[in-house]
């Protein structure tokens, strides 16, 4: 295959973004309240876990988010929402059978910063009643600058944030009002020194490339302002233009989004500045300073991939709350009714409010071990990988063959040892690796 066809291939490819194996598009209903109640129930004592709370709250519909949120207009909804969600604790707590320790507690949504200073208060509290916060776990938070004020800046030190994880996508004035985020690189600006002047440690940006209007040189400008801050990791995403998932990207001009071409141009730019800044780029969209702990732990082989993106949480359990919220077991996956009035009805009367899941074979949690080395590492040692598993990991490992033969530009199997030559082709070999995925004659259509 020419380099030409093969960067048609991987700008033209429609495959998962593989936060997890299998994605959260083949759960069922398989898995319901009770298996969710009996993974929990069979947690070590000994081993921390991570958690997450949705928070689905947003008073700005951003038009290009597909996240599972809701517009308010102030916070009164969530008086009621953190009643619920603190019952949801109480019922995880009880089906662990002890405050279990905690290695990292990270608050997405939607606009956690929605919340007013005295509802982090509640907030934190409540965490603290149900588990075990004592061994410094990392607490991260996702923050809108214009959702942010000193009282809300000194609760969520308080509360204990130390990654603060600023939403920016894009500073060009009309890529924002094209998107519907209006957010000025000064408000930006005073968020990040709040956070800092209260010893918050680590701030991360998150940018998106893709974008109505967007070209190589407001990016630049973009990526010049943020640079300013010298952030200690970005995550640049690219804009999934998906209007039939989710319904207000049709208020996102189709016409002045750029062409495959021209959004490879962007996220080529985008890496290149980012790494003449000195940053190291992490897996598919991370870029981190070389100091980081994330820079680190991909060095060091631990880098782990889940619903969040990448993180440094080596946790086998994610233990997620709200709405929609997945959480992650070593026996699978369940995930929370979407809805938040189904979320709210099933918790108020003592049940939990799973939705769906899927339950991992054998089988599975090796092909999920092989895909996130994959998707981190960009290698796959498949001698190791079955002696791990105590599988034999051959149809792997001839899946990985049958892709290098169609496109062996992508990287190299040496023995049993699989290498890729750029990240940006890890999710089309990952898509290659997912039996799934597989047409009737064994091979995956890159265009479908």
Known sequence: MTQSILRKALLEARVPRYTSYPPATRFSQAVGADQHAAWLSTLPATEPISLYAHIP??????????C???GTSNAAPLTRFLQTLNAEMRLVETAIGRRQTVSALHLGGGTPT?????????????????FDLSQDPEISVEIDPTELDETRLDELVDFGLNRASIGVQDFDPKVQEAIGRLQSAEITAEAVTGLRVRGVKSV?????YGLPYQTPERLSATLAKVLDHKPDRLALYGYAHVPWVAKRQKLIPEEALPDPSARRELAELAQA?????????????HYALPKDSMARSAEAGT????????????????????PSAISRFEGGYSQNASATRDWTRAVETGL???SRGFTLSREDIMVADAIERLMCDGRIDFARMAERHGLRA???RDRAEAALADLPEIGTLSGDRLAINEMAYARLLAARLDPELESSDGRFSLAS
């Not at 500045?273 to 969209?285: R, S």
């Not at 880098?303 to 709200?322: C, E, K, P, V």
């Open 394 to 396: 051959q149809a792997l």
């Open 303 to 322: 880098l782990r991939r889940n619903f969040q993106g990448y993180t440094t949480d080596t946790a086998s359990a994610l233990i997620s709350m709200g």
């Open 273 to 285: 500045t980012l790494v003449a800044a000195g940053y190291v780029p992490i897996g598919i969209d």
């Open 68 to 70: 599972r949120t809701q």
């Open 204 to 208: 991360n940006f998150d940018l998106l």
């Open 352 to 354: 939990f409010a799973t």
């Open 114 to 130: 929605l919340m007013e200073a005295f509802q982090i208060k509640a907030l934190s509290d409540a965490f603290r009643a149900h």
């Open 57 to 66: 709250f947003c008073r700005r519909l951003c038009w290009f988010c597909a």
